[in-house]
């Protein structure tokens, strides 16, 4: 069955997507930037670049990190983090909806495999 992927273009330089957005969610599943660039199979660094990408377009972080100590650091999405996940989310499953009908069809044109 297609599926649709969505990506947010807020200005000439920001976007949102699949990606930034399911790396906010492994951060606040796991509480760290670098637990869950791993979960992605990417660096800390580049985990840490698209968070950094994230803060600048919205002017303010959405993500919270705790200074390491006895247990080490940590980091969770911030209130802007969360609305950020949520409304993506939202957005994501309007789209999906909207376009089912469309995706369907698309699905029925290419027929049984080796068809043809």
């Known amino acids: 069955m297609p599926s649709l992927s969505l990506r947010i273009q807020l200005d000439p330089e920001g976007r ?9 969610e492994k951060i606040a599943a796991l509480g760290s930037i670098s637990a869950a ?3 992605m199979e ?3 660094r580049r ?6 990408e994230l803060n600048a377009l919205f002017g303010q972080p959405v993500v919270e990190r705790q200074i390491g100590g006895k247990n080490g650091g940590g980091a969770s999405l911030t ?5 950020l996940v949520t409304r993506f989310r939202a957005v994501e499953r309007a789209a999906a909806a909207a376009a089912a009908e ?3 069809a698309l699905q029925a044109e290419i027929g049984p ?3 043809g």
């Open 16 to 24: 949102i997507g699949p990606g930034k957005i399911e790396l906010l």
């Open 79 to 83: 209130r802007l983090g969360e609305v």
């Open 102 to 104: 469309h995706l369907a």
């Open 37 to 39: 660039g791993r979960a």
């Open 113 to 115: 495999a080796g068809a």
């Open 42 to 44: 990417m660096s800390y």
């Open 47 to 52: 985990a840490w670049g698209l968070v950094e």
